[in-house]
């Protein structure tokens, strides 16, 4: 028997950005999860960026609810989420808005600083207005760190140590963004807290076994330890699980995210809120629900009930 209680879910998942094949990985751990548990689930792959071909496939689908799976641009960035609130389908997670917010980092930055979070120094170069004779970066110190302002898996992350490989990296992290960010680089525990039902799940400490968590790190099994509950003092852990849920609201997050920070000493930095996390059963976000007994298919009905939720709100 097909179970009906939650209609057509729809499992948005690939994408066109750099983190298409994560998004897969997600949404086919979402799709098998639901179809195992009897429910009317289809996999919907948008592998276009042209938003008149994306309404079609939706529409087409005869889905009743989407499940979004999409990482990085288009999925997290609010585009996915206009298009369904136009077509009237219920989603997961955040609204357009604070989609847009958090995927870019210079913007959501901002955010943090008005709601009183700390953040690592850091300078926003423009692609047009770059002259690599003419980078000054003031009181910044190395090692720096470099990123798009709108990626995320760590793609285009680099750690640098003097100025010629800051060029470098800024010049290479120019192919996928056309504005950037040069941070302090702060060297101390890597933490972050998944965001469910806007409460603060169990702190993961990431311990990778490269320099820092990036692409590598994050997807080749072996190269990165994970401790939960992270081993880390009463008030502090309070620290950060409050500064974390402060990030998911000041960006109008819904439902769930997942916020990353360094923790030096006993300064909390945010780093990032991840409005779609990875979403497969060895995912983060997954494994700090277990550590509180929420098995990977009472998570994915959780996020699919709070789009209804978030559904009738709106309506309202």
């Known amino acids: 028997m097909v179970r009906q209680d939650l209609g057509r879910i729809g499992v948005l998942m690939g994408g066109v950005s750099e983190e298409r094949e994560i998004s897969l990985k997600s949404g086919r751990a979402v799709y098998n999860t639901l179809k195992e548990a009897g429910f009317d689930v289809i996999p919907v792959d948008i592998d ?35 298009i369904l609130e136009d077509l009237n389908i219920p989603y997961t997670g955040s609204g ?86 040069i941070e302090q680089y702060i060297k101390g525990r890597e933490v972050t807290v998944g965001i ?46 409050d500064s974390a849920l402060r990030a998911h609201k000041a960006l109008g997050c819904y439902g769930f995210s997942r916020v990353d920070m360094i923790l030096k000493e006993d300064y909390v930095y945010v780093l990032e809120v991840n409005t779609i996390p990875g979403l497969t059963e060895t995912s983060l976000l997954p494994k700090a629900a277990r550590a509180i007994g929420i098995d990977f298919l009472e998570l994915c009905l959780r996020l699919i009930d709070s789009a209804y939720r978030k559904s009738r709100l709106l309506i309202k």
């Open 196 to 241: 469910l039902e806007e409460q603060p799940l169990p702190i993961i400490e990431i311990i990778p076994k490269k320099r820092f968590f990036d692409y590598e790190a994050k997807y080749t099994p072996g190269l990165t330890e994970y401790i939960i509950p992270a081993e880390i003092e009463e008030e502090i852990t309070k620290q950060i699980r």
């Open 96 to 181: 357009v808005e604070a989609s847009r917010l958090a995927l870019n980092k210079v913007l959501s930055r901002r955010y943090f600083i008005e709601w009183g979070l700390n953040v690592p120094e850091y300078r926003v170069i423009e692609k047009k207005e770059f002259n690599k004779n003419l980078l000054i970066l003031e009181e910044l110190k190395f090692p720096l760190v470099i990123k798009p302002s709108t990626q995320g898996s760590s793609i285009g992350l680099f750690i640098v140590e003097n100025r010629t490989e800051l060029l470098k990296a800024v010049e290479e992290a120019f192919n996928f963004d056309d504005r950037i960010i």
């Open 48 to 82: 276009k960026p042209e938003i008149r071909e994306n309404i079609k496939k939706i529409r087409s689908s005869g889905i009743d609810v989407a499940f979004i799976a999409l990482h990085g641009r288009f999925g997290e960035d609010g585009t996915i989420q206009k």
